[in-house]
C-alpha cells in the first residue's frame, strides 16, 4: 500500500490530492503554464517531472502509465509528440516555478508553473590543473622561422634587414660628422 505524504493535504483526502494534481498536470502540459498557489506549484513540480521523462521514454508501457495518470489521451499524445521531443536533450528541470506575489482576495502566495522548453546550451567546463601538474602558462605566438616561412618573404626580410642595417650606419656617419 503507497504511503501518503506526511502533513495536510491539498484540499481533503488523498484521492482528491491524486485528482487535483492530474488536473493541474493536464493543464500544464495543454497551456505551457499555469498560475496556482505556490504550494500547488512545489506539490505539482515531481509528478510533472515524472511524467515528462516517462513522454521522454516514448514507449508504450510509458504512455499507459501516463495515461494511468491523467486519463486524457489529447494531453498525453501531445505530451509525447511535442513536448517530448523539445526537452529530448534536457536531463531534468523541466519545470520552473516562479513566484508572483499574493493573490488578492484572500492573500494566497500565488505562482508561475511553466515548462522549460527552450535548448539546452553546455556550459563549458574551466579545466581545473591538479595539484600534482604543474600550473599551466601561457605561451607567446612562435615568430615564424625561415623553414616555415615562403622563400618570397624570407626575401623580403632579408631585403629589410639590409635596408635597416644601411640606414643604421649612414645615420651613425651623420652623427659623427656633426661632432
Given at each position: 500500500m503507497p504511503k501518503p505524504t506526511k502533513g495536510p493535504r491539498l484540499g481533503g483526502g488523498p484521492a482528491h490530492e491524486r485528482l487535483m494534481l492530474a488536473n493541474l498536470a493536464a493543464a500544464l502540459f495543454t497551456h505551457k503554464r499555469i498560475t496556482t498557489t505556490e504550494t500547488k506549484a512545489k506539490r505539482l513540480?515531481?509528478?510533472?517531472?515524472?511524467?515528462v521523462t516517462f513522454g521522454k521514454r516514448g514507449d508504450l508501457?510509458?504512455?499507459?502509465?501516463v495515461l494511468g495518470v491523467i486519463g486524457d489521451k489529447t494531453v498525453v499524445h501531445e505530451l509525447f509528440t511535442v513536448i517530448a521531443p523539445q526537452v529530448a536533450d534536457r536531463e531534468g528541470g523541466y519545470t520552473r516555478i516562479t513566484k508572483i506575489g499574493n493573490r488578492k482576495g484572500d492573500n494566497a502566495p500565488m505562482a508561475v508553473i511553466e515548462l522549460v522548453?527552450?535548448?539546452?546550451?553546455?556550459?563549458?567546463?574551466?579545466?581545473?590543473?591538479?595539484?600534482?601538474?604543474?600550473?599551466?602558462?601561457?605561451?607567446?605566438?612562435?615568430?615564424e622561422t625561415a623553414a616555415e616561412a615562403t622563400p618570397a618573404e624570407?626575401?623580403?626580410?632579408?631585403?629589410?634587414?639590409?635596408?635597416?642595417a644601411a640606414g643604421s650606419e649612414a645615420s651613425a656617419e651623420e652623427s659623427a660628422e656633426a661632432k
Open positions: 513540480r515531481p509528478l510533472a517531472e515524472r511524467l508501457h510509458a504512455r499507459r502509465r522548453l527552450e535548448p539546452v546550451t553546455p556550459k563549458q567546463r574551466a579545466a581545473k590543473p591538479a595539484a600534482a601538474e604543474a600550473p599551466v602558462v601561457d605561451e607567446a605566438p612562435v615568430e624570407v626575401v623580403t626580410e632579408a631585403e629589410a634587414a639590409v635596408d635597416e
